[in-house]
């Protein structure tokens, strides 16, 4: 099995580096990994002729291919698709520092590269941990993904355009209570904007240097510097299979997400009160 591997969180992240190792007996492991952080970046691609960095930083004691682009997630999933040989039979994107569930699974930068897999019709599956420390401890994920990852490989549905979104909590394994199929939970952030301050930063365990910024930017006259750091809101009609709702009671969590974004029942309703029309010529 030929087994592409990405992240949001760049190349060096621990949780990269745990996937890797952990998919490695599972077949033959290419690692193309965005050059620093590109969290929040969804399906987004490097495009506009941009001019994108790659390298290749050779094969490590495990086996396992190694390299990055200086571009988002997605670009690093299309880049395997161009010049690996053989292709991938699957995109493993992760291990994320954070869940991806409810709302953050619409801007993830890791579940954006598995979008992109599936637009290939190849496999694929966003792994996040629900810690975003640096140093965050993945070792339910090595326990118990592996078998998880078999299973669903056994069962892959014959539709196009499905990718797994697998979030676990920051348990330890003998804590974790199970496995659940969960839908998209509904929640938002709000008071979003606040004013740029590294100190925010050491509550995850990380540094501005460590995802690419500078800790002390120079602004030009007139300039304001605010960073994205918001509370987020859980939506009251939320039910017990919502996904942020049962990694919040200790279990792993896969939801079923789809390329095609079309609401059919809004589609149906539309044609129902008369929206189709031909115009007399």
């Not at 087994?3 to 969180?9: G, M």
């Not at 691609?45 to 200086?70: F, P």
């Amino acid at each position: 099995m030929n087994i592409l591997v990405t992240n949001d969180d760049g190349y060096t992240s621990k949780g990269i580096r745990t996937l890797a190792r952990m998919m490695r007996r599972f077949g033959d492991v290419t690692v193309i990994s965005p050059m620093k952080h590109q969290s929040g970046m969804g399906m987004a691609v490097s495009i506009g002729l941009k001019q994108i960095r790659y390298k290749d930083l050779g094969t490590d004691e495990d086996g396992i291919r190694w390299s990055w682009l200086d571009a988002t997630p997605a670009s690093c999933v299309k880049f395997g698709f161009n010049f690996m040989d053989p292709q991938p039979d699957v995109v493993i994107s992760g291990i994320n520092h954070g869940h991806n569930a409810t709302s953050a699974a619409c801007y993830s930068g890791t579940l954006g590269a598995a979008e992109e897999a599936a637009l290939y019709g190849t496999p694929s599956f966003g792994v996040s941990l629900d810690s975003l420390h640096n140093d965050a401890d993945f070792s339910c994920v090595e326990a118990l993904f592996p078998d998880l990852f078999t299973r669903l490989m056994a069962v892959l549905p014959q539709r196009y355009g499905i990718f797994y979104n697998i979030n676990f909590p920051d348990l330890p394994t003998e804590l974790i209570k199970g496995i659940r199929v969960a839908h998209q939970g509904k929640g938002k952030w709000i008071k979003e904007f606040n004013e740029w301050n590294p100190e925010i930063f050491k509550r995850f365990g990380i540094t501005p240097e460590s995802v690419g910024l500078s800790p002390n930017p120079v602004l030009e006259e007139g300039e304001k510097m605010f960073m994205m750091v918001g509370q987020y809101v859980d939506d009251d009609e939320n039910q017990p299979d919502a996904d942020n709702r049962l990694l919040e009671e200790g279990f792993i969590t896969i939801t079923a997400d789809n390329l095609d974004k079309t609401d059919y029942v809004e589609n149906k309703r539309l044609i129902d009160i008369g929206f189709n029309q031909d115009f007399s010529k």
